[in-house]
Structure formats: structure tokens, C-alpha cells
């Protein structure tokens, strides 16, 4: 299998849309398992859409090397390439003396090629500068291309070329011009997910339109003759190994308000015995399950919808009440509370909005509000549905969710701010939420745990 990393000089380099064009092109031809650096679940949906492999999420601060290792193994059975896309800059990480968490840690742990894409825009001869920076800051990775992004015209590419080939002996493999208008479309915490934006027609194309128009000014043969050329073992590892049949059913809310999930939560999930239903808290009525999870999302934008399926929002309440296990994170949090709140006008709402939620959690959500991005490390305790276990996690959020004071909190956090004063983890019967996200193979241990009282 080939392997090649793709990364960025900082954030907003363009590497997700040149990854993404990449990865498309390169399946036209070969079986792509792709993977992101990072606690990130939409660049990835994004990733997973145009190659038809679910991406993989790899992060040096919540996984060990060796779990890294099984996950890249296991997703990489019968792969022609594996292309990996970082985090933010090559050496951004969760601290500023190591790598841990970085891009560069996940190159190196892998011993993978780095072909690094530079944010050109109105920069020519110090283009080279930055690669001579970047090449010399870590002998241990080892860049091997570069892709020039934000190009302005022919004399642009000669003279940012001419610069990175002569002083850093690196070959320039594409040099893609700037987009007045770009196919992927921000908001407050990233791009839309692509199952929010694919049933509209016009996303589709244009995100067809960007893969062609990058496709046009990059030379994916060159990166593939770049990536490293490493044998792949047959995949013998425990954590995605199912070892008994399934005897607990699990519910999972996946529709377009609730799309943050990571691809090894469901073979992670199957290993300890799970068989999954989907359901839609837009759309569906509560499926049949002895335990259900509701991942995070951008729920802030379906209020009204989720508002108006009362019957589900009515289900879910009941069965908490009954002691179902409930597993929330983030937007799932936001969804239990009684009510969603819009302060101040936002993105089309207005000061003043409001929306009914579940009411499992006496408290409400409010949105906007302080932007909240960390790494996590904690404890939950015995009251949790997953019982005690350390762990490490990620928390990104716009949102506030204020609860009443008799609510009980099942998670101390160590880092992260978590819902109130490092205290995280809303306890309610046997139904947890919290902002805390979990890698699903760092926390198979709690996610076991979860199965278990769903058993019971």
C-alpha cells in the first residue's frame, strides 16, 4: 500500500479542499482509505463521501502509538493508498514545547512522507523560506512535496518554484489558483457536514466542481510516485475483533442535526456485543433499543424541527424516566436540555428564540456563545453508565448549557471546561451528557461499560 500525508503551512492553508479533491481523483483508480489528524468528525464526512471507506480519525494526545497502529491497520485491510490529512499547521499541538497531538507526531509515529500545502497568497521567493523552516524544524519528518494554494497567474507559480526547488531541493507537485467563490462552506465550527449539505443538489455540484478545477492544477500521479510504499499485516488486533455475538441493541441518533460521530465508534461498538439501529430524532418515532446514543451535531440549526416531532422528544423523556442508558455529547446535551435559547440575533434566529427540547435535564442550552476548543482529561465516577475510568477526550462548542443546581455531574475534568466549573457529564437516572466527545477506541473500555448497563 501507499501511504502520503497531506498538510498545511497554518490553518485555512486549503489543505482540507485539496485533500478531498485528492482523494476523489486518486479513487477513480484505487481502493483510498483515507484518515485525519485530530478530534475532527467533518472533514472527515467529507473524506468518507468521496471515496466510499469510512475516514478514520488519528490523534497523538487522546490515542496511544499503539492504538493508532490498530486503527490504521484495521482500516487499511485492502487499500491501494492510504492518505492522511493533518490538523491545522504541520506542528500544531496541544502544547508548545512537544508534538503530542500534532501532525507531525502522527508522520512520525507512521514514518510517512509529508507533501505540505502553502498558503502562496501574495508571497513568492519567501515561499521557500517557510519550507526551509518547516524542513529544518524537525529532521525527523521528512517533507517531500509541496502544493502552492492562492496562486495568482503564471509569473506566481514560476517565481514561488523556482524559489522552493533551487534553495530546498523539493519538488512542487501543483499550484492551485484562488477561488473568489470556495465550494465548501464555513460556519461557526467548520464546514457543513456533508450529510447536512448532500441532499441539496447544488452542494453536490459544487463540491464536483471544486475536485475537478483542483484536479485540473495538481499532479496526483507525482504524489502517488512520492507516497512511501509499506507493507500492510493482516489486521490481528482486539479492539475492532468480534468476539461474541450481539446480544444488546443500541439506538444511535444519526440524521442532519446530529452528524459527530467517529467511524470506529460502530466496529467498536459490534466488538462488545452491539447490534445498531439508526434512528432519526427529525423524522422517526424511538426504534426499539436497550440503550440509545445521541452524538453532537449543529441541532442550533433544526430547533423548529426537532420542536415539532414531539412524540420522539416525549419517547426519549420516558424512557429516561424508566431507566434507559442514554449516552449524550454535545449536541446531544443540547437536545436533552428542556429548551434551546437564542440570546441575541444569530445567523437568521432572533433575540429571543426559543425551542423545545426533550426536557430530560432541568436547564437550557444558549447559543451563541463563548467559543470553547480543548483538549479533555478526566474521571467518571460510579453514577455514569460507564462506570469509573480515566480518560482523554476533545470539546468544541459555541454553545452554553446552564443546569439546575440538583443536577448531578458524573465526570471531573483536570483540563477542559466541560458545563460547569471543570465539572461535566449531567447525570440524570441512568442518562449522561456532557460536552466532552470521546474517541471511541481510547474509551472502548467505557463504551463496554455503557453496553453493560444497557445489559442490566
Known sequence: MKTILITGDRSGAGKTSITVAIAALLSKKYAVQTFKVGMDYIDPSYLSAVTGRPCRNLDTFVLSPDEILEIFTHASQGADIALIEGVRGLFEGAESLSDIGSTASVAKLLGIPVVLVIDARSITRSAAAILKGFSTFDPDISISGVILNNIRGEGHIRKATEAIEHYCNVPVIGAVPRLDSPALTMRHLGLIPFQEGSPNQGFISRIEGMIESIGEHIDVDALVDLALEMSVPRYDGVIFKQTE????????????????????????????????????????????????????????????????????????????????????????????????????????????????????????????????????????????????????????????????????????????????????????????????????????????????????
Request: overall charge negative; hydrophobic content about 35%; some cysteine.
Open 245 to 456: 455475538k450481539p446480544d444488546v441493541r443500541i439506538a444511535i441518533a444519526r440524521d442532519e442535526a446530529f452528524t459527530f460521530y467517529y467511524a470506529d465508534l460502530f466496529p467498536v461498538l459490534q466488538a462488545v456485543g452491539a447490534e445498531i439501529n439508526f434512528f432519526s430524532p427529525l423524522h422517526d418515532s424511538l426504534p426499539d433499543a436497550d440503550g440509545l446514543i445521541i452524538g453532537g451535531g449543529y441541532p442550533e440549526y433544526f430547533g423548529k424541527d426537532l420542536e415539532e416531532n414531539a412524540p420522539i422528544r416525549e419517547e426519549i423523556a420516558s424512557a429516561v424516566h424508566t431507566g434507559l442508558p442514554v449516552y449524550a455529547e454535545c449536541g446531544g446535551l443540547m437536545y436533552l436540555c428542556d429548551s434551546l435559547r437564542f440570546p441575541s440575533d444569530w445567523q437568521g434566529l432572533k433575540s429571543g428564540d426559543e425551542f423545545k427540547m426533550c426536557g430530560v435535564f432541568q436547564g437550557h442550552s444558549f447559543i451563541p456563545s463563548k467559543r470553547v476548543v480543548s483538549y479533555v482529561i478526566g474521571k467518571s465516577s460510579s453514577i455514569t453508565p460507564f462506570g469509573e475510568h480515566s480518560f482523554r477526550g476533545h470539546e468544541f462548542h459555541y454553545s452554553d448549557v446552564r443546569l439546575h443546581e440538583s443536577v448531578r455531574f458524573g465526570y471531573t475534568l483536570s483540563r477542559g471546561i466541560g458545563i460547569r466549573g471543570s465539572l461535566d457529564g449531567a447525570v440524570v437516572n441512568n442518562t449522561l451528557g456532557s460536552y466532552t466527545h470521546l474517541h471511541p477506541t481510547a474509551a472502548r473500555e467505557m463504551i463496554a461499560g455503557f453496553c453493560n448497563s444497557c445489559r442490566k
